[in-house]
């Protein structure tokens, strides 16, 4: 079995978001599965940042695509050794900024372009005119957006026998773009319509995906449901309802050699399961870096996210007072609403010794936040998975979630049921709102405060397996169901 993994970013070549953690780890633990025979290879754009970590690389096609002259560059991820080809365009890739905006946060003006490239060489290395004849994929995995056009590509242009799945990370972002389009992007305009890739009098990437693909996944059990009515579809809940006999939802896993307490390069004292007593230290050192007071009796929350409305941090600013006055302490990591940005840092200022905002990412202090906090706050609005409620699981930091999507599908609430049968894991927010999560945050830290209770929610948490084992497994299935193999 050949499988083409199409994505617009991969950790560590390039990473904004967990689809960045996803396609490094889902490929690698596929190829790694024993009953999977064959190889998979990654399809990403050549940013300056994934040309300069490739290892082993060398050019192995120039092609004109969409108008564009690229090189096709054959290389291997710097950790894992899988294969990768990088589609290289200077101008279109190799610029100051992120994959999809410049340095001030604004989208690159040609990201259709961009990302049409990136689709259209997907469906090309899957066709009879293939710049590598002697590699053609039997399955296309395409991701998001950015690469939603493959499909289309592969049905309308191509006429492809390659199979395909597109699997949606985060629903909201859909990659809509003026109809003016059309003629770069070499789309078919008969197709510009309700049964094809039109959407609101634009060209729809990710509707393109969703109509053209074979199959269709998302990154949980209940996103998959939920997307398929008004509140979370965004839409597109027709049109998935209508497809629900071909869409699957597999919960994400998470890189267990990247975050593992037991052995991560970050951390100050390595802990686990069966010995605990290290996250302690890094608690200890966690205070002293932020400049937080040095108190092993304060209970410490933390927060790494992006800050936006999705996730509903817009909350946490109106009770952190009234937490603090408990003793209570945070460690928040994040960046995205300016104005969120700004009640967070003045409650820094206010309160320096209890409160600490750290703008942008830093993967080193967010390793350190998840081991060294007690609780972890994730209270979103949607969730199509997560993986920050999943690292704290396994670094024995109960999260606090609402009940929805991945959050729902990975965290057990704490009660007397759940702490009697062993399957407490963290604590469900029951309503997104001020008074909601005041409530639950003060009933986890009153558990906190029994730590052979908590002792106990914490071992239940690490020792679940939400390692990618389970989760390509099931990847395996579907691609064989796709394919109609046993």
């Given at each position: 079995?050949?499988?083409?993994?199409?994505?617009?970013?991969?950790?560590?070549?390039?990473?904004?978001?967990?689809?960045?953690?996803?396609?490094?780890?889902?490929?690698?633990?596929?190829?790694?599965?024993?009953?999977?025979?064959?190889?998979?290879?990654?399809?990403?754009?050549?940013?300056?940042?994934?040309?300069?970590?490739?290892?082993?690389?060398?050019?192995?096609?120039?092609?004109?695509?969409?108008?564009?002259?690229?090189?096709?560059?054959?290389?291997?991820?710097?950790?894992?050794?899988?294969?990768?080809?990088?589609?290289?365009?200077?101008?279109?890739?190799?610029?100051?900024?992120?994959?999809?905006?410049?340095?001030?946060?604004?989208?690159?003006?040609?990201?259709?372009?961009?990302?049409?490239?990136?689709?259209?060489?997907?469906?090309?290395?899957?066709?009879?005119?293939?710049?590598?004849?002697?590699?053609?994929?039997?399955?296309?995995?395409?991701?998001?957006?950015?690469?939603?056009?493959?499909?289309?590509?592969?049905?309308?242009?191509?006429?492809?026998?390659?199979?395909?799945?597109?699997?949606?990370?985060?629903?909201?972002?859909?990659g809509c773009f003026d109809a003016?389009?059309?003629?770069?992007?070499?789309?078919?305009?008969?197709?510009?319509?309700?049964?094809?890739?039109?959407?609101?009098?634009?060209?729809?990437?990710?509707?393109?995906?969703?109509?053209?693909?074979?199959?269709?996944?998302?990154?949980?059990?209940?996103?998959?449901?939920?997307?398929?009515?008004?509140?979370?579809?965004?839409?597109?809940?027709?049109?998935?309802?209508?497809?629900?006999?071909?869409?699957?939802?597999?919960?994400?896993?998470?890189?267990?050699?990247?975050?593992?307490?037991?052995?991560?390069?970050?951390?100050?004292?390595?802990?686990?399961?069966?010995?605990?007593?290290?996250?302690?230290?890094?608690?200890?050192?966690?205070?002293?870096?932020?400049?937080?007071?040095?108190?092993?009796?304060?209970?410490?929350?933390?927060?790494?996210?992006?800050?936006?409305?999705?996730?509903?941090?817009?909350?946490?600013?109106?009770?952190?007072?009234?937490?603090?006055?408990?003793?209570?302490?945070?460690?928040?990591?994040?960046?995205?609403?300016?104005?969120?940005?700004?009640?967070?840092?003045?409650?820094?200022?206010?309160?320096?010794?209890?409160?600490?905002?750290?703008?942008?990412?830093?993967?080193?202090?967010?390793?350190?936040?998840?081991?060294?906090?007690?609780?972890?706050?994730?209270?979103?609005?949607?969730?199509?998975?997560?993986?920050?409620?999943?690292?704290?699981?396994?670094?024995?930091?109960?999260?606090?979630?609402?009940?929805?999507?991945?959050?729902?599908?990975?965290?057990?609430?704490?009660?007397?049921?759940?702490?009697?049968?062993?399957?407490?894991?963290?604590?469900?927010?029951?309503?997104?709102?001020?008074?909601?999560?005041?409530?639950?945050?003060?009933?986890?830290?009153?558990?906190w405060q029994n730590k052979k209770?908590?002792?106990?929610?914490?071992?239940?948490?690490?020792?679940?397996?939400?390692?990618?084992?389970?989760?390509?497994?099931?990847?395996?299935?579907?691609?064989?169901?796709t394919l109609q193999i046993n």
């Amino acid at each position: 079995m050949r499988v083409l993994f199409a994505t617009s970013e991969a950790y560590p070549l390039i990473k904004t978001g967990g689809l960045a953690d996803v396609s490094g780890a889902l490929p690698n633990a596929i190829n790694h599965l024993k009953q999977f025979t064959g190889d998979i290879k990654i399809l990403i754009p050549g940013y300056s940042a994934v040309l300069a970590k490739l290892k082993s690389v060398h050019a192995v096609a120039k092609i004109d695509v969409l108008g564009q002259a690229c090189t096709l560059i054959s290389g291997m991820m710097p950790d894992s050794g899988l294969a990768v080809i990088a589609i290289q365009n200077s101008e279109l890739y190799e610029r100051a900024g992120g994959p999809y905006s410049d340095e001030n946060g604004m989208d690159w003006q040609d990201n259709a372009l961009r990302f049409g490239v990136l689709s259209r060489v997907a469906s090309l290395l899957c066709s009879d005119n293939s710049p590598l004849p002697n590699w053609l994929p039997d399955l296309i995995q395409c991701n998001d957006w950015q690469t939603g056009l493959a499909p289309a590509y592969m049905k309308l242009v191509d006429h492809s026998t390659t199979k395909s799945i597109l699997s949606i990370h985060n629903l909201a972002f859909q990659g809509c773009f003026d109809a003016n389009w059309l003629k770069a992007l070499e789309l078919p305009a008969e197709h510009f319509q309700i049964n094809g890739f039109e959407y609101f009098k634009q060209i729809s990437f990710l509707k393109a995906g969703l109509f053209y693909a074979d199959k269709l996944s998302t990154v949980s059990p209940t996103y998959a449901q939920e997307i398929q009515s008004k509140q979370f579809g965004f839409g597109l809940e027709g049109l998935l309802k209508t497809r629900q006999d071909d869409l699957t939802g597999i919960l994400n896993g998470i890189d267990t050699h990247e975050w593992n307490p037991a052995s991560d390069v970050h951390l100050e004292k390595h802990y686990s399961n069966s010995r605990i007593t290290g996250k302690k230290a890094v608690k200890h050192a966690l205070q002293q870096q932020l400049g937080l007071q040095i108190d092993a009796n304060a209970p410490l929350l933390g927060v790494v996210s992006r800050l936006t409305y999705q996730k509903g941090l817009d909350l946490l600013p109106d009770i952190i007072p009234k937490l603090v006055k408990q003793g209570c302490q945070f460690a928040i990591l994040g960046s995205g609403d300016k104005v969120l940005e700004a009640h967070f840092n003045a409650l820094a200022e206010l309160y320096p010794e209890h409160v600490s905002m750290n703008t942008g990412y830093h993967e080193h202090l967010s390793h350190n936040i998840m081991a060294g906090s007690d609780i972890f706050i994730m209270p979103s609005r949607f969730e199509p998975c997560g993986l920050n409620q999943l690292y704290g699981l396994a670094y024995g930091t109960p999260p606090i979630v609402s009940l929805t999507g991945g959050l729902a599908d990975s965290v057990q609430d704490t009660n007397e049921m759940s702490l009697k049968n062993n399957t407490a894991t963290g604590f469900v927010v029951k309503n997104v709102n001020n008074a909601s999560l005041l409530v639950t945050i003060e009933r986890a830290i009153k558990i906190w405060q029994n730590k052979k209770t908590w002792r106990q929610i914490q071992k239940n948490g690490m020792q679940r397996d939400i390692s990618w084992d389970s989760s390509a497994s099931t990847y395996l299935a579907l691609y064989k169901k796709t394919l109609q193999i046993n």
